[in-house]
């Protein structure tokens, strides 16, 4: 193959399509029509003498050639336009599309502040939430299909880049009314009444001391420090006592209401949540250690002009938050 065949713009057209895996979706990026992206396409295929992406259902299926070029081209290519400096960003006038993977916690309280903020500094571009308690997390991040996780990372790989957001407590939630509501929370009552728990993997999608590990990143799984409860109740000859065990941390308001259940949760969850008035917030009677929220991305996005302006403003919400 000689590199005097290859057309930038055809790169360019091979990254979109593999990231969206939608011809549509990668003209619009573009800027191109669906033709355009198709022709584009045909031309790389007989360069590279592959076919590179099958038509199926559920999109453009990349082959086993195309996904082992994918991240060198993309990484080429960052790197060109970082050392060329001719796309500068303008979260004003730009259209791209970010997607952001958080839990459902972060979402309430992050994300969507992060909505306002993009609705004023950058009101043409477009943000995907995804879950990031999927199993692949890590390697949607490699393949660029997300561009930021936000989460508590206990271990974060050489290939990716990762910055503290924040750090916060815990504490205990429950209904107005609950018989402990009258008095300074004790460290019986978490054995004495029954606990809603968020938990969104166990030993048996592999989780290790309260983390999931997959492609060298570490995740949480638990919303809680399970360690510092059972602890601290033991030492008192006592046990928790878990009622319930969901893995959206929103249920969790439905569930204490009518009952003298109790759930821990990250504070800032627990204000957002006793703000809507039904919910009462205490502090944990027992010590408990700070959680560090961190953004991850990956490496090759270090330098990328609109990659740095959204890591920055996550975190001025983080900070918001917090």
């Known amino acids: 193959m000689s590199i005097g065949r290859i057309d930038l713009n055809l790169i360019k057209v091979f990254d979109a399509v593999y990231e969206d895996r939608n011809l549509l979706r990668a003209g619009k990026r573009l800027n191109l029509s669906q033709s355009a992206v198709s022709h584009a396409l045909t031309r790389l295929r007989e360069v590279v003498g592959d076919e590179l992406f099958v038509r199926t ?3 453009m299926v990349p082959t086993a050639r195309s996904a082992a070029m994918a991240d060198g081209l993309r990484d080429s290519l960052r790197r060109i ?6 796309e500068p960003f303008d979260p004003g006038k730009s259209t791209c599309r970010f997607a ?10 992050m994300v969507a502040e992060l909505s306002r903020l993009m609705a004023v500094e950058a009101p043409g571009i477009d943000l995907v939430v995804r879950p990031s308690t999927r199993l692949d997390l890590a390697e949607q991040i490699d393949v660029g299909k997300i561009d930021i996780a936000v989460g508590i990372f206990a271990q974060v790989p050489s290939r990716l880049s990762a910055r503290t957001l924040m750090t916060q407590g815990e504490m205990i939630v429950m209904r107005k009314g609950h018989p402990a509501s009258r008095r300074k929370l004790a460290l ?13 993997g166990g030993q048996e999608e592999g989780a290790v001391g309260g983390f999931i590990l997959e492609r060298g990143l570490a995740r949480q799984a638990e919303m809680f420090d399970r360690h510092a409860l059972e602890e601290a109740l033991s030492a008192e ?21 009518g009952s003298d259940m109790l759930s821990i949760m990250p504070s800032s969850l627990a204000r957002s949540l006793a703000g809507a008035g039904e919910l009462l917030v ?3 009677p ?11 991305w990956h490496s090759r996005n270090d330098h990328d002009p609109a990659q740095v302006w959204l890591q920055e403003s996550i975190a001025r919400v983080a900070q918001q938050v917090a």
């Open 57 to 59: 259902s559920k999109g």
């Open 81 to 86: 336009e970082a050392t060329l400096g001719v």
């Open 100 to 109: 952001v993977a958080a839990n459902d916690h972060l979402t309430a309280v």
């Open 188 to 200: 019986r009552d978490l054995a004495r009444y029954r606990l809603v728990t968020v938990s969104v």
């Open 237 to 257: 000859g006592l046990a928790p006592r878990y009622r319930t065990t969901v893995p959206h941390s929103l249920a969790i308001p439905a569930l204490l209401r």
């Open 282 to 284: 205490r502090e944990p």
């Open 286 to 296: 027992y010590p408990t250690a700070l959680s560090t929220f961190r953004a991850v």
